[in-house]
């Protein structure tokens, strides 16, 4: 039982770098996210998913892009790294009701 | 002005107190309000949740929802030291194209 898998755990970037974070969930979801967790912040919304080949911009969509090409599979891309993008990512999907959001375990993100 | 508002605390309350946890919110569309736990370097985990106004209790847990002053409230009784972490607010409205609000959370600290 699965649920929902981010990968990587951890990274470290060197600013300017780019790279691909991926949720991946088992449970057929329709919905899917991507939040970013800053201290003070809360969780804020980045980009999500109502649907395969859908994506829309939530609250801070600067600096990052999505792809939802497969039902299970969301990605995050980051094209250009930059300090401002050190946090700590979830990725969460949740069935049509959208009354509960599954986590995943987080990843951890530092940009140099 | 965030659509969803959360007093970040921290709060700090003895063993066996009741705690209060508050947040308020401006999109009068929003009719899922849930409430996330999450402990330190894990992701958030539903709680709670209530449709529209109105009660819930789940154990030592109360959620309740007050539509018309757009604010909810989670008490926990008899607080025991495993409450101590910190619970996110959040909200979401009926729609195919909706997603889910989160508050900044409350850190909990609950003291043996």
């Known amino acids: 039982n699965a649920g929902v898998t981010q990968t990587p755990k951890f990274r470290v970037l060197k600013t300017g770098q780019s790279m691909t974070l991926l949720c991946a969930q088992d449970m057929n979801h329709e919905y899917m996210y991507w939040y970013r967790q800053d201290p003070g912040m809360g969780l804020r919304l980045i980009h999500y998913s109502v649907g395969e080949g859908t994506t829309a911009k939530g609250e801070v969509p600067d600096g990052y892009n999505v792809s939802r090409l497969k039902k299970q599979n969301f990605l995050l891309g980051l094209e250009s790294a930059a300090p401002s993008q050190t946090s700590v990512y979830f990725c969460?999907?949740?069935?049509?009701?959208?009354?509960?959001?599954?986590f995943g375990q987080g990843t951890r993100l530092t940009v140099v | 002005q965030k659509e969803v508002e959360q007093d970040p605390g921290p709060l700090s309350v003895p063993e066996g107190a009741i705690v209060s946890l508050n947040c308020t919110y401006s999109n009068s569309a929003f009719q899922y309000f849930m409430w996330y736990r999450q402990y330190s370097r894990k992701g958030p985990e539903l709680l709670m949740y209530t449709y529209s106004s109105g009660n819930k209790e789940d154990g030592r847990f109360t959620a309740q929802v007050d539509k018309s002053s757009k604010y909810i409230s989670l008490f926990i009784r008899d607080s025991q030291p495993s409450d101590s972490a910190t619970y996110l607010c959040a909200m979401s409205a009926y729609s195919s194209a909706s997603k889910i609000i989160f508050g900044s959370g409350t850190r909990l600290s609950i003291r043996p």
């Open positions: 969460a999907s949740s069935d049509i009701s959208n009354t509960e959001a599954f």
